[in-house]
Each structure stands twice: as structure tokens, then as C-alpha cells.
């Protein structure tokens, strides 16, 4: 598998935010999304072994499978070696790919309102649908997809400080009119953690 990176962190976003997590991200996307602020295309081929020794060389037992999209490498014995570690797995997918029938937590962030069809989810459960909140796109609810554990609302980071407060205030207000959404602030920015 190539991976960009493999660190040791809490988990920033979404239903386990505060989290301890081991974060593997693999590299490459199948998406171009214009405000993707991850550096994923670059990576290392390593081993399933390799990599299920270096998560376990870490004291958390939830491991984030990310990207990128990792739907593009990870396989079925990937997760089995994870689970047969201890390990609770995680994926944090676009959803345009099926993932092995194995995974523990899978964290759908569509992005089709942003890039059009070649977004277009093929999932029908997930257990957390985050979504990334510009205030220009109106977030779906996706009410064909079984979403177990919530709906979570993420101001989009654009990189300016001005254009950013202005959207977690956009965020907020929608929420407020559409309580069925959680606030979701990306906590490993705010204090200052990978």
C-alpha cells in the first residue's frame, strides 16, 4: 500500500472527536475538491504487516483509515490484520467506492455538491455523515443512505481568517434552522495538533 502517513493523535472531527487515534493515511484521491487541505498524494509502499506493526506500536486501539481516499487501497485482509491486532477500525471515505464489509465506523464526507457526478455516493449505510459547509452549497441530507450515529455540519477551512469566521457563523445559523445537523469544528486546528 502507499501510504503518506502514519501518526498518533485525537481525532479532530466528527462523533469521536477528542478521540485517541492512530491515523493512517493513504495516499492518492479519485476527487479534486478545491478546498482539500490535506497533502496526500505523496507516500511510501509499505507492507499490510508493516504497517498494522508500526499502528500497533501505539497505545490507542482506534485506528482512522484516511486519505485522500482510502477506498482506492484498503482491502478486506488489511482490516481482518487490524482486528486481529486488537484494533477498531475507522474509515473516513467519499463514499464513491465500496468499502470491505469488515469496517467498524465508516465516516462518510460526500463531496459531490462540490465536484458533480464524479462524487456520486454509492454507500447506503454509514454510521457518520460529516459534511464540509461552505455556505454557498446547500448541505443534502442524503435520506436514501442509512445514517446510524448523526449529521454533522464542518465549516469549510479556506484558508483566510476573515472568509473562515464568517463561515462557522453561516454554519451555525444553518444548524440553528435545521437542528437535525451537529456542529462539527475541526478541534486538531483549534489546538494546534496534526
Known sequence: MKVNEIFYSLQGEGFHSGRAAVFVRLSGCNLKCPFCDTRHEDGMQMT??????????YPATFVVVTGGEPS????????EALHAA?????????????LPGQVDWITLSPKDIFVGEAGKVVL?????LKMVFDGEHEPPLYDQITVRCGRFLQPCDCGDTTRNAAIVGQTVDYIMQHPQWKLSLQMHKIVGIQ
Open 48 to 57: 499490510e504487516e508493516e504497517i498494522v506493526s508500526r499502528v500497533c506500536s
Open 72 to 79: 482506492l487501497q484498503l482491502t478486506e485482509h488489511f482490516v
Open 86 to 98: 486488537g484494533r477498531y477500525v475507522a474509515v473516513e471515505t467519499n463514499g464513491t467506492r465500496k
Open 124 to 128: 447506503d449505510a454509514v454510521d457518520e
